[in-house]
Structure formats: structure tokens, C-alpha cells
Nanobody
Framework: QVQLQESGPGLVKPSQTLSLTCTVSDDSITANGYYWSWIRQSPGKGLEWIGYITYSGYTYYSPSLKSRTSVSRDTVNNQFSLHLNSVTPEDTAVYYC????????????WGQGTQVTVSS
């Protein structure tokens, strides 16, 4: 069964870039049929989808975050990464990586999530 694990700093200063990596085990990020996504949940709010990278390397981002977001991948190490620049305290959230299943049309696997706080 596929496993996802987020990693990265838990504290980022305002105006800097938030960078997280998701390491995928027991599946390949180039396997047909899946989109590899980033999602976050801010305190007191619902889940917010940030963006994804497909099995073929195509990326798509939330319109509200597109100007500050980049998702990339490392196929050698089977990882994909999130870069969110010019962060503010409003970007404080638990960040999750997840796998979107194109057949089931749902997220079928999630990482445990990692808390990122934006503060000086």
C-alpha cells in the first residue's frame, strides 16, 4: 500500500519561501492514473487544495495561490515538492501531501501532515 510522508521546516519567516517534500513509498509517482497533490488546513478552516503534479509531470495550481506556488518532482528519489513563496502568517497551516486517484475521483492516500508556522 502506498505511503506518503511530508518533510520540511516547521517554522518559516514572513516573506520567505515555504518548501516541503513528500516522499512516496510502494508506488511510483510516474505511475499512470494518479495526481500527486498538496493540501493544507489552516486553524479553524477547512481543507484547501494547493496544487498537483501529474504522473506525466504536468502541474496545476489553485487560482488563489497560483502566483506564489510551484510543485516539482524528483523521479529518481520518488518525491514531489511544494514551494510557496512570499509567505505570510495566513499561510500557517497543517500541510498534507495526497494521491488523487483518477479512476475513483478521490484522494485515496494521505500523508500524516506537517505543521508549518509562519512567524518572525
Amino acid at each position: 500500500q502506498v505511503q506518503l510522508q511530508e518533510s520540511g521546516p516547521g517554522l518559516v519567516k514572513p516573506s520567505q519561501t515555504l518548501s516541503l517534500t513528500c516522499t512516496v513509498s510502494d508506488d511510483s509517482i510516474t505511475a499512470n492514473g494518479y495526481y500527486w497533490s498538496w493540501i493544507r488546513q489552516s486553524p479553524g478552516k477547512g481543507l484547501e487544495w494547493i496544487g498537483y503534479i501529474t504522473y506525466s509531470g504536468y502541474t496545476y495550481y489553485s487560482p488563489s495561490l497560483k502566483s506564489r506556488t510551484s510543485v516539482s518532482r524528483d523521479t529518481v528519489n520518488n518525491q514531489f515538492s511544494l514551494h510557496l513563496n512570499s509567505v505570510t502568517p495566513e499561510d500557517t497551516a497543517v500541510y498534507y501531501c495526497a494521491r488523487w486517484n483518477m479512476v475513483e475521483l478521490d484522494f485515496d492516500s494521505w500523508g500524516q501532515g506537517t505543521q508549518v508556522t509562519v512567524s518572525s
